[in-house]
């Protein structure tokens, strides 16, 4: 009995860090370009946010080692897409929110 909650309270622990991974608007404006295009590069990112390499770079890891974003490297390319499309259907509601 005991280990079900050890392991409930480490579950719920991802699930808030993935909540605070994605509270950002940066990291929610990355969400919704790979809802959709669903593989970007850096360099398109960063261009597209209008923002310096060094903090898409910042932002993508951190949700890629809270296991929302994976990544692909192709040459001197580094390539991210969503892992699923959970989190993406999560914002997606919230924008719909009539206090948003």
């Known amino acids: ?3 079900s909650r050890e392991l ?3 579950k719920l ?3 808030a860090g993935r909540m605070r991974a994605i509270a ?4 929610i404006a990355i969400i919704e370009m790979l809802t959709e295009k669903p593989m970007l590069s850096v360099t398109t ?3 597209n946010l209008d923002i310096e390499q060094a903090a898409a770079s910042h932002h993508l890891n951190i949700m890629k080692n809270h296991g929302i974003l994976k990544s692909k490297r192709e040459g001197k390319k580094i390539f991210y897409s969503l892992e699923n499309t959970t989190l993406s ?3 997606k509601c919230l ?3 009539k206090d948003c």
């Open 1 to 3: 009995m005991m280990e």
């Open 8 to 10: 409930s309270a480490q």
């Open 13 to 15: 622990e991802r699930m």
């Open 24 to 27: 950002h608007p940066m990291r």
């Open 45 to 47: 990112i960063y261009q």
């Open 89 to 91: 259907d999560i914002i």
């Open 95 to 97: 924008g719909h929110c």
